[in-house]
């Protein structure tokens, strides 16, 4: 028999050597009849393979030119377009080839059902990238749809596509996270395929089975297995059982889960299996499921009956007597949800007068139940009046629904073909719209008009947002190159439900008892998810429009799930609002960030988070609520003490780690900020004293909780005005607030005096503003904590000032491996100056010894001030020149010792000076911990080390108070040696003026290009003068809004700004406002000097009416 066949097709190759036309159209139609059911029937691959390619060209180039291959119309459609592919297959490229191509081409697109499945199987297994257009895929969408007796071969299709593994990831992974119809798709793929394997496993070849066991099917599998919605997972526990007799593992998980300790969704799978196995083994699957209905198990969940429905339309085709059989017991055991389970099989379409007797029994039990009456509920009385219509054998003579309207037209699809179906959807989608009207007619209160909209949208749910089909009619009609006007119909129709269903569901339910017609309104919010899910570029090209809405649906139920009263409501809630969620992510309308943002925003209770985390199809989403609940039960069951806040922090860190990696930037930028910020809360929540907590300052935990919030405060801020929520025009507080805060505790830890009641108060309110849910609450129980805690406790070594000093901060990208940089080790990173990075470091050879010295090491960054006038490279080359004047520093006392320059080290030069330690005269500043003879003496010590430094010629170039730190601080407050000011930060020190010089509040006309352009000792002074102003009054002399504004100011004077005046027009104040002026001066060169500022100071008395601190300016 296969000599025979071979022979056959071996004739195709000889129609060139035949003489009359009789005999080559005789040997033509029997080598393609031969091909076509070698390809169709027997299932063979490559049934060419072997044959001379070139010969065949030279055959089939005489096949062309006698019209033979336009002439298959005495063929099948699916037989002639599988002949042709093959013949295509095997040609070598030719125009003959290309002709043919073009040919099967457009067989697959006009071609019925059986012809494109035909073709599609061959092409899933060759050249799938000709499956990957959203035509072919609709078509493919609308074949996987159809019934499985109206066309052959729709099985080994879908079992081609998970086979391979790009066809796999395309058709099965990424739509198993995707949207309602995708993951429907995905699921109806798996339940083919495993048919198909089936069957080849009854016929002794296993690869089939095989393919279930391949980690990507496995992946896609679980997932889609334990959808939350019955229209997906029905169809993987079909598979499940139509697998279990080949696939002993599926077989044992079944019995498994139907043990009582298991829980519904486990219970209601296993039973929908168990039905699916009949179309196996149907006396034992028989026998399985009428124990099932008599077990503990079933009396604990009747809704296992209609679970066994949706199993059951593979084994209704193959074993029709044995399920009715089945569905008569089921229908006298199960309530109004196996009533319309019944509806939907029978909806498939199965055979004529399919499970009549069931349905007449179904039938038969609602119309009792709506004349025993006593119903208040209008929806589940006008449904039980819709099932029984349904089911009725008269059912057929009224109007047909939306839903039988599409199963016409996908009757169509498979007689005749994608085009002739395409034409049914334009009054498909005319009857959804007047559907859609009838939404718009109804009046709350008014019964008649309720229970048309209600049935009109049970209708549009069933036919519109359960499924793709309507969406799919409408694509097959187009070809994927044509480029016409985009049909916004559908997005229309989709508009005019939401903006409908939002209106209806707006408003919270706001008493806690039974809802007011329960089925109506379960039924609507069952709607809205649906449509929300199943919305998107594919229904509607308008991008931002499918944005917008389903924005306005996610406030809404967002807002719902805040202000609802408990009820039975709650669960399609949280998952309606978790569709959203995922919606929005997976068409980039919001990142898994922002949604996390915003269910900690308005979800304050951990059942409704975990409902969401189920509900949720995207796995980044699932994961990082989880991650979310896990930290508000922490957070609430935490105790005051340490143990509890701690433990809450680490819960805030791995949210973190849950996020998805790289996926963008905002995402990048939430997991630093929840970083930083759980950083700073899990120090704090560790300290035991007010002590030590202050004594790190400004590199405090509070500085790093500061850090922490203000970033989380500001994502929180971007967060809530791109989901179109209303934000306060103000800018966060928060981290201000701590700022403030952590002012008021050192004050108290320096002086016990100070306003910390006050400042915890407004943090906390502060933090509620800016943050939202347990990231408040969390902050907020820590501060808590710390007001708690007593004042005194174990004291600390200060920490480097200015810069803020936090060990867990990351090396920069571009250190090295090593961390060794010009033969130094880097410990950590202290922080940012004004012109490079700060890190602790320790020499090389040290770097195992943490007793060994450590220095501050410094290497320069390209900072805005200096890119208005230099390039990187040139920025750099200044920076080695000017740092060797460092050289010419002296030994002194208000210096920082001078370690080592090494303009060569790699990858970058390295400044390195004496770790200084001790809090800044900013901090001091900002704590009021000053008196008129202690600034006095502070800047006496300043301006002796400005004034060595003049003498050998080099500036600092950035004077202002976070670069001077105070040594021997307890001093100021009359305990050990005396306060010194020790001048640090010399990376921008040198001889000349040049870009990224001073500070805006500091910095001298000439730095900002007015004047005459001096050496850097009179920038200095100009400095020293603001400098002055402030360590006197509290405050900057200059102050502008903006960079803008200073500048201005700056150079708006000669010496005598406002505020300097006002201290000159005072007798107690006048001597210290021309100090103050003689180093403002506008020109350089009458400003006085460094020498002759300190005389000035050090003969300046303010008298005995300026006792204290701050001066005061008369306004």
Not at 669 to 675: C, G, I, M, Y
């Amino acid at each position: 028999m296969r000599a025979a066949t071979r022979e056959r097709l071996e004739g195709l190759m000889a129609l060139h050597q035949l003489n009359s036309a009789e005999q080559r159209e005789a040997a033509w139609r029997q080598g393609m009849a031969t091909l076509a059911r070698a390809v169709i029937d027997e299932r063979r691959p490559l049934p060419l393979e072997g044959l001379d390619p070139d010969i065949l060209l030279e055959s089939l180039r005489v096949a062309v030119e006698g019209g033979l291959v336009d002439r298959l119309d005495w063929l099948s459609g699916p037989a002639a377009a599988a002949a042709l592919y093959e013949l295509a297959a095997a040609l070598p490229p030719s125009s003959i080839k290309r002709q043919l191509g073009r040919m099967v081409l457009k067989r697959l697109r006009s071609g019925d059902a059986a012809t494109f499945v035909s073709v599609a199987t061959q092409l899933a297994l060759g050249s799938q990238r000709a499956l990957g257009g959203p035509s072919i895929r609709a078509r493919v969408a609308l074949a996987l749809s159809l019934p499985i007796g109206s066309v052959h071969n729709v099985d080994a299709l879908a079992l081609a596509l998970i086979s391979r593994q790009d066809t796999s990831r395309d058709w099965l992974l990424t739509p198993a996270t995707g949207s309602l119809p995708s993951r429907r798709l995905a699921a109806r793929l798996l339940e083919r395929a495993a048919r198909e394997a089936a069957r080849r496993a009854t016929e002794g070849d296993d690869a089939g089975v095989r393919v279930f066991c391949t980690p990507e099917v496995r992946d896609a599998w679980d997932r889609l297995l334990a959808d939350r919605e019955t229209l997906v997972w029905r169809h993987v526990a079909s598979a499940r059982g139509l697998l279990a007799a080949s696939m002993p593992t599926f077989k044992q998980e079944i019995q498994r889960h139907l043990d009582p300790d298991f829980t519904i969704t486990e219970w209601r799978r296993a039973a929908a299996s168990l039905a699916a196995s009949i179309a196996i083994e149907p006396e034992e699957g028989l026998r399985a499921c009428r124990e099932l209905l008599e077990s503990l198990v079933f009396e604990q969940d009747h809704g296992i009956a209609a679970a066994m429905i949706a199993g059951l339309p593979r084994a209704a085709e193959s074993h029709p007597l044995v399920v009715e059989s089945l569905l008569e017991q089921l229908m006298r055991v199960g309530g109004l949800e196996t009533a319309e389970a019944l509806v939907g099989l029978r909806a498939e379409r199965i055979r004529p007068k399919f499970a009549e007797k069931a349905a007449t029994k179904a039938e038969a039990h609602l119309r009792k139940t709506i004349a025993d009456g006593g119903s208040e509920d209008l929806g589940r009385e006008a449904l039980m009046k819709a099932l029984a219509d349904e089911l009725s054998s008269a059912s057929s003579l009224g109007e047909p629904t939306l839903r039988e309207r599409l199963s016409d037209a996908l009757q169509t699809f498979a007689t005749h073909g994608a085009y002739e179906a395409a034409r049914e959807a334009k009054p498909i989608l005319e009857a959804a719209a007047r559907k859609a009207e009838l939404l718009q007619g109804a009046t709350l209160g008014e019964a008649e008009t309720e229970v048309l909209a209600f049935l009109a949208l049970r209708e549009l749910n069933s036919a519109l947002f359960e499924t793709s089909s309507l969406n799919d009619l409408l694509l097959v009609g187009e070809d994927d190159e044509q480029s016409g006007p985009s049909d916004e119909r559908l997005g229309d129709l989709f508009q005019q439900v939401t903006n409908w269903l939002v209106i209806r569901e707006g408003d919270p339910l706001e008493e806690p008892s039974q809802v007011n017609q329960f089925t109506m309104r379960l039924r609507q919010l069952q709607a809205m998810l649906h449509l929300v899910d199943a919305d998107g570029p594919d229904v509607d090209p308008r991008k931002e429009l499918v944005r917008q809405r389903r924005l306005l649906t996610q406030r809404v139920l967002l807002n719902r799930i805040q202000h609802d009263a408990p009820g039975s409501l709650r669960r399609t809630l949280c998952a309606a609002a978790a569709r959203t969620c995922d919606a929005l992510v997976r068409e980039d309308g919001a990142d898994v960030s922002e949604i996390l943002i915003a269910a900690a925003q308005h979800v304050s209770q951990i059942d409704d988070l975990k409902t969401m985390s189920e509900a949720s199809m995207v796995p980044e989403i699932e994961s990082a609520l989880r991650a979310y609940a896990k930290l508000q039960q922490a957070t609430r069951s935490a105790q005051r003490g340490n143990h509890g806040l701690v433990a809450a922090t680490d819960a805030m860190k791995a949210i973190g780690i849950e996020l998805p990696v790289a996926r963008a930037a905002r995402i990048e930028a939430f997991r630093q900020a929840l970083s930083t910020l759980a950083r700073g809360l899990r120090a704090v929540a560790a300290s035991n004293s007010l002590f030590e907590v202050a004594e790190r300052s400004p590199g405090t935990p509070l500085a790093t909780l500061e850090r922490g919030v203000a970033g989380l405060a500001q994502l929180v801020s971007g967060s809530r005005r791109r989901l179109g929520e209303s934000v306060d025009g103000d800018s966060p507080s928060a981290a201000a607030a701590i700022w403030a805060m952590g002012l008021e505790v050192e004050r108290a830890v320096r002086t016990s005096i100070s306003e910390m009641d006050h400042a915890f108060t407004v943090a906390v309110n502060a933090i509620d503003r800016d943050l939202p849910g347990a990231f408040a609450e969390l902050t907020g129980a820590v501060l808590h904590h710390l007001r708690s805690v007593p004042l005194e406790g174990p004291r600390r070594a200060p920490s480097l000032i200015p810069i803020e000093l936090d060990a867990d901060a990351p090396l920069p990208a571009w250190a090295p491996p090593s961390r060794i940089v010009g033969g130094f080790y880097l410990v950590r990173t202290v922080g940012m100056g004004t012109v490079g990075s700060v890190f602790v470091a320790r020499r090389a050879e040290d770097r195992q010894d943490e007793t060994a010295a450590i220095f501050a090491l410094k290497v320069p960054d390209y900072s805005a001030a200096a890119a208005r006038t230099l390039s990187e490279d040139e920025f750099l080359k200044m920076f080695r020149d000017e740092a060797g004047a460092l050289l010419a520093l002296p030994e002194h006392p208000n210096i920082a010792r001078f370690v080592t320059f090494d303009a060569g080290a790699s990858p970058k030069p390295i400044l390195v000076m004496e770790l200084v330690e001790g809090p800044s005269l900013e901090r001091m500043l900002e704590m009021g911990d000053l008196s008129l003879g202690r600034a006095r003496e502070l800047l006496l010590g300043v301006s002796a080390g400005l004034d060595a430094m003049h003498q050998v010629g080099v500036g600092h170039l950035d004077l202002k108070p976070s670069n001077i730190i105070v040594c021997n601080a307890d001093a100021v407050t009359g305990v050990g040696q005396p306060p010194k000011p020790v001048l640090v930060d010399f990376g921008l020190a040198g001889r000349h003026l040049r870009p990224g010089c001073g500070t805006a509040n500091y910095g001298a006309p000439e730095i900002w290009g007015a004047g005459n352009r001096a050496g850097a000792i009179p920038a200095d002074v100009y400095a020293f003068g603001c400098l002055t102003f402030e360590a006197y009054t509290g405050k900057p002399l200059f102050d502008g809004l903006n960079e803008a504004e200073l500048l201005g100011e700056h150079l708006a004077h000669d010496g005598d700004p406002e505020a300097v005046r006002a201290l000159l027009d005072q007798p107690e104040t006048r001597r210290l406002g021309a100090l103050i002026a003689c180093c403002l001066r506008r020109d350089p060169k009458d400003r006085i000097t460094m020498r002759q500022a300190r005389q000035f100071l050090a003969e300046l008395n303010l008298g005995s009416e300026n006792v204290d601190w701050p001066v005061e300016i008369a306004s």
